[in-house]
Each structure stands twice: as structure tokens, then as C-alpha cells.
């Protein structure tokens, strides 16, 4: 088990290993995979303009990743946007009503997989763009899980994201409310970092950062969206 439910990431170095199976961090998620296909979506406005945006940076001769793909809303949104999109998600669950979604809106270009972003997903250079929303303070390291993103792209791919930034929020949630929610099975284990550290952890995998936006609608936004290109 994880020792604690916050792992707080450094700025200048890769964190200590977070040795998980991907069974164990999949249970989790596959507890609460129909109450999440279920949910709405808080910011619909927000999104939309993510959806938006990133139908704007693919194209119908890309090859995409997604990693973490949940219930496969926003894969099936941007499928027909792709030459091909392959989706994945360490949750089996997720994955099983990801693929009831795609039989019953049949898009040519989407496939599923369960796969662990924690480790490589894809063969080197496969990919034009990989996808990454609401998953990299999920991920047991995040220097792994962008080190295994940067090598599934080709030269001068992609890597778009939008992650939450969990030491931007009031402090008595990252140091009180999710540990007792985890306690109670109610959070899973995540990783602690603003936007800043998470823009040098791309870095250090030889990123270029292309772009940091935020498209929430609804108050303070501690999702941000980055877009990072591979060199080349
Ligand atoms: C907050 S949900 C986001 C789902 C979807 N991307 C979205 O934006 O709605 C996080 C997802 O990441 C998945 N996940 C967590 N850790 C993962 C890992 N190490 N590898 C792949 N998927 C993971 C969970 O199973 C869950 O489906």
C-alpha cells in the first residue's frame, strides 16, 4: 500500500519511485467507474473549450494517444478529428463502458486498451500526439509517465494535458481532506505540484512548452492546460 495519499513532487528532481501494481491502482478507479460515466460534467463551458481547443492542434493525418482516458467521452468527441486514436486507461472498468460508448456510436478511427501510463503504453516514436486530461497527478511518477508520453511521440509531436494542480488549492485539502478521503476509499493517491513544476518536469524530458492556458469558467482553475512539443 501507499504510505500516504499526497506524494509532493520536487521541482528540480525526479520523485522517489512509487512502487504500485497496476491492479492496485486500477482498483480505485474501478470502484467508482459507473458513478463516474454517470457524473456530469462540472464546467461543461470549460470543457467545451478544451474540447475546442484541442480539435484545433490534431488532424485527420495523426496517429494519437490518449493515456487515461476514463469513460472515453472526450476520445469519442475527438476521434473523428484523428486518422487514429488509441485510447487507454489502467482501469478495466473504465475501459469496459469506454467500449459499450464505442459500439454504440461506432467511430472507425478509436480503439481502447487498458494500459498503465506509468509504463510505456506504446513503441517508440508511434504517435503524432498523445492526449493526457485530468491524469498526471494521478500517475504513481509523473518523470516516468511523461518520459514514456515523449517517447510514443515522433519529432515534433504533441503532448497535450490538462492536469490539476493540487498545491493550488487551499491548503487544508491536500493536507487534511484528501488523506481522510482516502482513508475512507473516497480519493485515490495523487501527486502534489503546481503548474510551474509540472511545466519543468516536460522540461526535463526534453520538451519544448508551447503553450499554458487555463479554460475553466466556474472560479479559481487549478487545471491547467499545457501544450508541449518533442523536439525535431
Ligand atoms: C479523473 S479520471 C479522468 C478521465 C478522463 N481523462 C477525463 O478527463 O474524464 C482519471 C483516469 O485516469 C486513470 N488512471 C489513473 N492512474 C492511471 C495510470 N497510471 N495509467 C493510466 N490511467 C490511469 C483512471 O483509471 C481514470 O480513468
Avoid at 478507479?29 to 454517470?38: C, T
Avoid at 457524473?39 to 470549460?46: E, L
Wanted: charged share 25%; glycine share 6%.
Amino acid at each position: 500500500m501507499p504510505t500516504s495519499t499526497i506524494t509532493s513532487v520536487p521541482e528540480a528532481r525526479p520523485p522517489a519511485r512509487v512502487a504500485e501494481s497496476a491492479a492496485r491502482k486500477a482498483r480505485f478507479w474501478d470502484r467508482i467507474a459507473p458513478k463516474y460515466a454517470a457524473d456530469p460534467i462540472a464546467d461543461m463551458a470549460g470543457y467545451e473549450a478544451t474540447l475546442r481547443r484541442v480539435q484545433g492542434l490534431l488532424s485527420a493525418d495523426q496517429d494519437v494517444l490518449e493515456i487515461g482516458c476514463g469513460t472515453g467521452s472526450t476520445a469519442l468527441r475527438l476521434a473523428p478529428f484523428t486518422r487514429r486514436l488509441r485510447a487507454t486507461d489502467v482501469s478495466a472498468n473504465m475501459i469496459a463502458i469506454a467500449r459499450e460508448k464505442l459500439a454504440a456510436q461506432p467511430a472507425p478511427q478509436l480503439s481502447f486498451d487498458v494500459a498503465d501510463a506509468d509504463t510505456a503504453v506504446a513503441g517508440r516514436g508511434e504517435y503524432d500526439a498523445v492526449l493526457a486530461f485530468n491524469l498526471l497527478h494521478l500517475v504513481s511518477d509523473l518523470d516516468r509517465a511523461l518520459d514514456h508520453a515523449a517517447q510514443a511521440l515522433r519529432p515534433g509531436g504533441l503532448l497535450i494535458s490538462k492536469t490539476a494542480c493540487i498545491s493550488e488549492m487551499n491548503r487544508l485539502i491536500p493536507s487534511l481532506a484528501l488523506p481522510l478521503m482516502r482513508a475512507v476509499g473516497k480519493a485515490p493517491h495523487v501527486l502534489c505540484f503546481d503548474a510551474g513544476v509540472l511545466q519543468k518536469a516536460m522540461a526535463r524530458q526534453g520538451m519544448d512548452i508551447v503553450s499554458v492556458e487555463r479554460h475553466g469558467t466556474r472560479g479559481k482553475d487549478i487545471r491547467v492546460f499545457i501544450v508541449a512539443r518533442k523536439p525535431g
